[in-house]
């Protein structure tokens, strides 16, 4: 039985370990998927900065604003979507650096929030496994499986604990 059990310990840490591999290169894919965004969210930004600056306004917000006091309802909607595009495009950096800069358990905080699920679906859906080549994405994972292991061992290890210790108080009892 011990053996059975060590074997799925075995097991267990394995595939922990392989899945915690994924999370450098998911991260990757998801840098690179932003990245694209980033260059067409950016291109349309730089538009209304032209167009701005062609008609007259020190920036694209100053035109956006004074676009959003439009009596036509259909120009202040437009102006709400540059608004909201350009927002778009501060949180697309934000994301970038994380994914650039940030430490494995906050690009996988960043992924795995669930208001971004329906990106990393999309990321996910031309992902492919693969084993990272960095030294410290292999030893993040290798602690997150160990924790992970630990944390689905720690229940198993201390029922033991108590029947053990509650055998040796009945033979010191008697």
């Not at 927002?87 to 650039?100: C, D, M, P, R, W």
């Not at 358990?105 to 999309?122: G, V």
């Amino acid at each position: 039985m011990r053996i059975l059990v060590n074997v799925f310990d075995k097991i267990i840490f394995a595939a922990i370990f392989i899945v915690a591999l994924q999370v450098p290169i998911l991260a990757d894919h998801y840098r690179q998927y932003l990245s694209g965004y980033h260059d067409a969210t950016a291109q349309s930004v730089a538009e209304y900065e032209q167009l701005a600056a062609q008609y007259g306004y020190a920036s694209a917000s100053e035109m956006i604003e004074d676009l959003q006091n439009n009596s036509e309802a259909v120009v202040r909607e437009d102006a709400s979507n540059k608004a909201q595009k350009i927002q778009q495009l501060a949180v697309i950096k934000q994301g970038i650096a994380t994914l650039s800069d940030g430490n494995y358990f906050t690009q996988a905080w960043y992924m795995f929030t669930p208001q971004r699920y329906t990106t990393l679906k999309r990321v996910a859906e031309n992902f492919s496994p693969s084993v990272p080549l960095s030294p410290t994405a292999v030893i993040f994972s290798l602690i997150v499986a160990i924790l992970a292991n630990l944390l689905i061992w720690t229940p198993a290890l201390c029922v033991r604990g108590v029947r053990k210790f509650r055998k040796k108080s009945i033979r010191f009892a008697h």
